[in-house]
Nanobody
Framework: VQLQASGGGLVQPGGSLGLSCAASGSIFSINAMGWYRQAPGKQRELVARITGGGSTNYADSVKGRFTISRDSAKNMVYLKMNSLKPEDTAVYYC??????????????WGQGTLVTVSS
């Protein structure tokens, strides 16, 4: 299963940005799709996740500012980021977990997209 992320870039503090990620390949089911981020010198952390049933969870640092959504028909996940702060600067990675048509579990990562929040 492959993931292709898009979006990201440079934005001023307080601004908004959107990320998209498309999953493709031998996808029988998707249990969850999510966004993680890794800032320089820090470990990768969960930003937001949405399950196949539509349940969501967010990192405390982004609650109320970020919104995750998905298009199940297109196997896509989105992250809308509002009120961005310099500390949101990081490489953002999309992730998906589920079963292939061969009923093999997969845990796939996208290539990462850089979000820079700076004036």
């Amino acid at each position: 299963v492959q993931l292709q992320a898009s979006g990201g870039g440079l934005v001023q503090p307080g601004g908004s940005l959107g990320l998209s990620c498309a999953a493709s390949g031998s996808i029988f089911s998707i249990n969850a799709m999510g966004w993680y981020r890794q800032a320089p010198g820090k470990q990768r952390e969960l930003v937001a996740r949405i399950t196949g049933g539509g349940s969501t969870n967010y990192a405390d640092s982004v609650k109320g500012r970020f919104t995750i959504s998905r298009d199940s028909a297109k196997n896509m996940v989105y992250l809308k980021m509002n009120s961005l702060k310099p500390e949101d600067t990081a490489v953002y990675y999309c992730n998906t977990r589920g079963l292939t048509w061969s009923r093999v579990q997969y845990d796939s990562w996208g290539q990462g997209t850089l979000v820079t929040v700076s004036s």
